[in-house]
């Protein structure tokens, strides 16, 4: 059964600082790795998203690596900002017919102004 | 273009009762899934529509049923509410084999 656990849960960082958030899995056959981001009470929003056969995605100051084999991948945000400041999710689909996606908890970031 | 909609945007309701949430996909999909996510977790798989049909399902009880329609819009409903129902519900739509969009959600509280 495939588990998604993120590490930390909860981060606080001063503005400018570079973060590394941290997302592992247990069944390396996934189809993709997507992060997302979720503001307080809100949905989800679509940052990067990483093809099993890719080892990263970059956007902007957001760059996410995968790591298959290892069952890893990290979001690095370079430079934060309090606009950065929500909870980031990581999530898998899996490498099946299967469509379902399977979540991580989440890391609560704030970024301290 | 808009993307997926979901109403209402919030509900309150009491235990033993019924709910319908309802979701709109965005213009071009014809897949909706919905998840379900309790405070403080990650959302979990409810189930997925495609072609009126619920193609999968996650470990849900019966008492959580859907319906897509000819237009692709989707409902969700859930009998016999539960305290632990409360949660926020996540409609999220795609066309093929493409990438996931989801909705602002729905959140329900059971009292």
């Known amino acids: 059964k495939q588990e998604v656990t993120q590490i930390p849960a909860a981060l606080s960082v001063p503005e400018g600082e570079n973060l590394v958030l941290n997302c592992s899995f247990t069944?390396?056959?996934?189809?993709?790795l997507q992060w997302f981001r979720q503001d307080p009470g809100k949905g989800l929003t679509s940052l990067l998203l990483i093809q099993s056969s890719q080892r990263e995605q970059t956007s902007g100051r957001l760059n996410a690596s995968l790591d298959k084999s290892s069952g890893r991948s990290t979001l690095y945000i370079a430079a934060s900002q309090p606009g950065d400041s929500a909870t980031y999710l990581c999530?898998?689909?899996?490498?099946?017919?299967?469509?379902?996606?399977?979540f991580g908890k989440g890391t609560r970031l704030h970024i301290l102004p | 273009d808009a993307g997926v909609t979901q109403s209402p945007t919030h509900l309150i309701k009491t235990r033993g009762q019924q709910v319908t949430l309802r979701c709109s996909p965005k213009s071009g999909h014809d897949t909706v899934s919905w998840y379900q996510q309790a405070l403080g977790q990650g959302p979990q798989f409810i189930f997925q529509y495609y072609e009126e049909e619920e193609r999968q399902r996650g470990n849900f009880p019966d008492r959580f049923s859907g319906h897509q329609f000819p237009n692709y819009s989707s409902e969700l409903n859930v009998n016999a509410l539960l305290l632990g129902d409360s949660a926020l519900y996540l409609c999220?739509?795609?066309?093929?084999?493409?990438?996931?969009?989801f909705g602002p959600g729905t959140r329900l509280l059971v009292l």
């Open positions: 069944d390396s056959a996934i189809y993709n």
């Open positions: 999530a898998v689909r899996l490498m099946n017919r299967d469509d379902k996606i399977i």
């Open positions: 999220a739509s795609k066309q093929g084999g493409e990438t996931q969009y």
